[in-house]
C-alpha cells in the first residue's frame, strides 16, 4: 500500500518538536518558543469552535486535526508553572507521550486521506443500493417513481382515507412538506364520498386549514368525474403566506373573499404616489359579477383606518375598483383659490374643489343645452357662501353679467355684491330680479344676431348680440315663503329654470333645503338638477337619505354621511379617563366638504377657499360687465329698470285697492307684475298672527 508523503513528514515534525516543547520551558523561560506555541494553541481552539458550531459532517476530523496544536500549548503551560523538570520529570514525560499520540493517531495525515488514491491491488468498494420500496398491497407496481410509492404506504398506514388510492403524487418545489395528491376511489366506480378536509389533515397531521380538495376534469387519457379528486396538502406555503404574503395573496385573503369587503375582486396593481402622499389599490372583479360591491367600512377595518377619518374612497369604474388611502384626509386640507382654477376652460368647465380621490372637481358656467343653472344646498356654516363667491368669480372671469340678491344681509354676500352689475337684500329685491329675467327671455328672444336672424344662445357661436347672465338667489327658501312675495318668487324661478337657458339667462339658488315640503317646488328642482351640477355640503346625517332621493339619486348611490370631524381622534383617552381631564375640544373642519353630483353619482369633494378676510379683489376680473344699451331702455319701457331698493311703488304689484275706511295709505296685496291680484295668501305663507289676520281679511272680500 502506498503511503501519503504528509504521514512520515508528520512524525518526524512530532520527533523533533518534543525535546524542544519538554526543554524550552525549563532552559530558557524568556524564550520565543513560547510565544509561537501559544499562537499554535489559540489556532487550535479557533479551530474546536468553528468545527463545533458548524452543521456540516465531519466535524469531528476537525477536531480531532486541531488536538496537536492545542495539547503542545497545555503541556508548555504546565511546563512553565512547575520548578523545574516537575515532579518525576513529568515535563519529558507529557512531552513524550504527546509525541507518541502524534506518531501513532497522525490527525493531519489521517484528515487528508481522504484526496489519497487507494492502491491499484485494493479492491475497489461495492456501492451501496439503496433498498427498494415494496410495491403496494392495495395498488399493483405500475412504474411509479419513489416519492409516489412512498406516499401511497404512508396512505395506507393512516387506513386509505375515503376508500382511496393515490395515483400520483407530487411534490411543490422549494417547499418539503408540500405535495399534491390526485387519489381515485378504491374501488371502480364508487364515487368518492368519505374524504374530506379533515380525514386528509389527520393523515398528515397538518391543519385544517392546510388541506384543499379540489374536483377532476376529465382528460385525454384519464378518466375525471366523482371517482377522482386532486388534494393539495400546503402547510409550508399557508406559513410563508401568513408571515410574509404577497400583494396578491393579501388582497385574497382580506378583502377578495366571498365574505371579505370587495367579495370576488382579484388585485391588479398598487401604486405609490408619494408626492401626494396616497396610496391607491386596483382590483377587478369579472364580468358575470357586475358591478363590485363595496363595504366602506370593513374595508377600512382591514386597511386599518376608520371610515370617520375621511382617508379611504372608492371609485368604482365598470368591473374595476380604486381603493385610494391616504397618508391624512384630503378632505381635511385647505386648498387655497386662484385665479387660474377658476377660469373657465373653452368648455366652459372650472375648478370647484378636489374630490377625495384627488381629481379636481369642476363645475360648469354652461351646457350645450345653454346657461347652466346653480343649486347650492348647505346649512349654516357649512361653507354655502364660500361656495357661492367661487361660482361668481367664474361667471365673471368667463365674462358674464352677474346679478346677486339674498334674502339677508351678511359680511360675505355684501362684499361678493360690489363684483356684480346689481345686488341687494330682501324678498322685495329678489321678486324685482326675478321679473328682470323673465323681462330678458322676451327681449332677447327678439334681438337679432350679426346675421340678421334670431337664434337660441351658444357660446360657441359668434355674433351674439347679449352676455350670458347670471342671477345667485341666496337664501331663496325663505324669500319664497314670503308671506306677500313668496308665490310669485316662486313662479317666476321656475319659469326662468325652464327657458332662461335658451337666452343665456342663468340662476343659481343656494339654501339650507331642497324640499318640496319646505316649499322647494319638484318642478323647479327637476329643472335646476337637469341643467346643473348641484354641490351639497355638510347635511346632517339624517337628512343625507332624502336630501339625495329629492334630487334624483338612486338608492344604490346613496352616500354615508360624512364624519362630523376630519382631524384623527387625540390619543391617550384611557388615560384622561383615568386621571379624570376633560377630552380635548373636536375640531369642526368640514366647512367646505360636501358632494357634487355629476350623474347620478355623488362624489365627496372639500371645496376651494376663498379668503374673504385677505381680501377678494384678485379673484375677479378689473372691469364688471352690465347688461347692454338696448336691454336697458326695453326694461325701462317695461318700468323694470331702476333703483330695486325702493319701496314697492303704486300699481306695482298690481292696482290699488280702494279703501273702504276712506284711509289713502295704499295696501300691498301681493298681486303679479300684469297687475292682476295674486289672491289670498298660501297655507304654507302664513308664519305670524300679522298674516293669519290679512288671510282673514282676503277671504272675508272674496
Not at 370593513?298 to 397618508?327: I, P
Not at 346632517?540 to 339625495?548: L, N, Q, R
Not at 362630523?564 to 368640514?590: K, L, Q, Y
Request: glycine share 10%; hydrophobic share 40%; aromatic share 6%.
Amino acid at each position: 500500500m502506498s503511503v501519503p508523503r504528509s504521514v512520515p513528514l508528520e512524525r518526524t515534525l512530532y520527533t523533533l518538536a518534543a525535546p524542544v516543547l519538554a526543554a524550552a520551558p525549563n532552559l530558557t523561560p524568556d524564550s520565543p518558543v513560547h510565544t509561537a506555541v501559544q499562537l499554535a494553541g489559540a489556532a487550535g481552539l479557533g479551530g474546536w469552535y468553528l468545527a463545533f458550531k458548524s452543521d456540516e459532517v465531519g466535524a469531528g476530523r476537525k477536531i480531532l486535526r486541531w488536538s496537536p496544536l492545542v495539547m503542545a500549548a497545555a503541556i508548555d503551560v504546565a511546563a512553565r508553572h512547575t520548578p523545574g523538570w516537575g515532579p518525576w520529570c513529568l515535563d519529558a514525560i507529557l512531552a513524550t507521550g504527546w509525541a507518541a499520540a502524534g506518531l501513532l493517531v497522525m490527525p493531519f495525515s489521517r484528515h487528508t486521506r481522504r484526496n489519497h488514491r487507494p492502491a491499484v491491488a485494493a479492491p475497489a468498494p461495492a456501492p451501496r443500493r439503496e433498498p427498494a420500496l415494496e410495491p403496494s398491497p392495495a395498488q399493483p407496481n405500475d412504474g411509479a417513481d419513489a416519492f409516489t410509492r412512498q406516499v401511497r404506504r404512508l396512505w395506507e398506514n393512516r387506513g386509505m382515507p375515503g376508500r382511496t388510492i393515490v395515483v400520483k403524487a407530487t411534490p411543490h418545489p422549494g417547499m418539503p412538506h408540500d405535495l399534491s395528491l390526485l387519489v381515485r376511489a378504491s374501488e371502480a366506480g364508487r364515487p368518492i364520498s368519505g374524504l374530506t378536509d379533515e380525514v386528509v389533515a389527520a393523515a398528515f397531521g397538518v391543519d385544517l386549514t392546510d388541506v384543499d380538495i379540489e374536483e377532476v376534469g376529465r382528460q385525454y387519457g384519464r378518466e375525471g368525474g366523482p371517482s377522482w379528486r386532486e388534494v393539495h396538502v400546503t402547510p409550508d406555503a399557508n406559513e410563508r403566506r401568513r408571515k410574509a404574503p404577497t400583494a396578491h395573496e393579501r388582497w385574497a385573503d382580506r378583502i377578495g373573499g366571498a365574505s371579505g369587503p370587495v367579495p370576488g375582486s382579484k388585485f391588479v396593481n398598487e401604486v405609490r404616489d408619494s408626492q401626494r402622499k396616497v396610496t391607491h389599490y386596483i382590483a377587478q372583479v369579472p364580468d358575470d359579477m357586475g358591478e363590485p360591491r363595496v363595504n366602506l367600512h370593513a374595508l377600512a377595518a382591514v386597511l386599518k383606518t376608520k371610515y370617520d377619518e375621511g382617508r379611504l374612497f372608492v371609485t368604482v369604474d365598470g368591473n374595476q375598483v380604486l381603493v385610494s388611502l391616504w397618508d391624512t384626509s384630503p378632505l381635511a386640507q385647505v386648498f387655497p383659490a386662484t385665479r387660474e382654477l377658476l377660469t373657465p376652460d373653452k368648455d366652459g368647465r372650472w375648478v370647484t374643489g378636489y374630490l377625495g380621490n384627488g381629481q379636481p372637481a369642476r363645475n360648469r358656467v354652461y351646457t350645450d343645452r345653454g346657461a347652466a343653472h346653480g343649486l347650492f344646498v348647505a346649512p349654516s356654516g357649512g361653507g354655502k357662501t364660500q361656495l357661492m363667491g367661487l361660482h361668481v368669480a367664474a361667471d365673471a372671469l368667463f365674462g358674464a353679467v352677474v346679478m346677486l340678491a339674498t334674502e339677508a344681509p351678511d359680511e360675505k354676500t355684501a362684499a361678493l355684491g360690489k363684483h356684480t352689475a346689481r345686488y341687494g337684500v330682501g324678498a322685495l329685491y329678489m321678486i324685482r330680479l326675478l321679473r328682470v329675467l323673465v323681462a330678458l327671455m322676451e327681449i332677447r328672444g327678439e334681438m337679432p344676431w350679426e346675421d340678421g336672424e334670431v337664434h337660441e344662445w351658444d357660446p360657441t357661436q359668434p355674433g351674439c348680440p347679449y352676455r350670458m347672465l347670471s342671477a345667485y338667489l341666496d337664501e331663496f327658501l325663505s324669500a319664497a315663503r314670503h308671506g306677500l312675495y313668496g308665490a310669485e318668487i316662486m313662479d317666476l324661478a321656475e319659469l326662468v329654470s325652464v327657458k332662461g337657458r335658451k337666452y343665456a339667462v342663468g340662476i343659481k339658488v343656494a339654501g339650507q333645503s331642497i324640499y318640496v315640503q319646505d316649499g322647494f317646488t319638484q318642478l323647479l328642482c327637476e329643472n335646476l338638477r337637469e341643467n346643473c351640477i348641484p354641490v351639497v355640503l355638510k347635511v346632517a346625517p339624517k337628512k343625507v337619505s332624502d336630501m339625495f332621493k329629492a334630487l334624483g339619486i338612486p338608492p344604490e348611490h346613496i352616500p354615508d354621511p360624512l364624519p362630523r370631524s376630519f382631524s384623527p381622534a387625540e390619543a391617550g383617552r384611557i388615560e384622561r379617563v383615568m386621571r379624570g381631564e376633560p377630552e380635548p375640544p373636536a375640531d369642526s373642519n368640514t366647512g367646505g366638504a360636501g358632494w357634487i353630483v355629476e350623474g347620478t353619482e355623488p362624489n365627496v369633494l372639500r371645496t376651494l377657499f376663498m379668503d374673504f378676510k385677505a381680501g377678494i379683489d384678485d379673484y375677479f376680473p378689473d372691469t364688471i360687465a352690465t347688461l347692454t344699451d338696448h336691454e336697458i331702455r326695453e326694461l325701462e319701457k317695461r318700468d323694470l329698470w331702476f333703483d330695486w331698493t325702493e319701496p314697492p311703488r303704486p300699481g306695482e304689484f298690481g292696482p290699488e285697492p280702494e279703501d273702504e275706511d276712506g284711509d289713502d295709505a295704499p295696501r300691498l296685496n301681493g298681486g303679479n307684475r300684469r297687475g292682476g291680484t295674486q289672491g289670498p295668501a298660501r297655507r304654507d305663507d302664513v308664519t305670524s298672527a300679522r298674516q293669519a289676520l290679512e288671510a282673514i281679511k282676503n277671504l272675508s272680500r272674496t
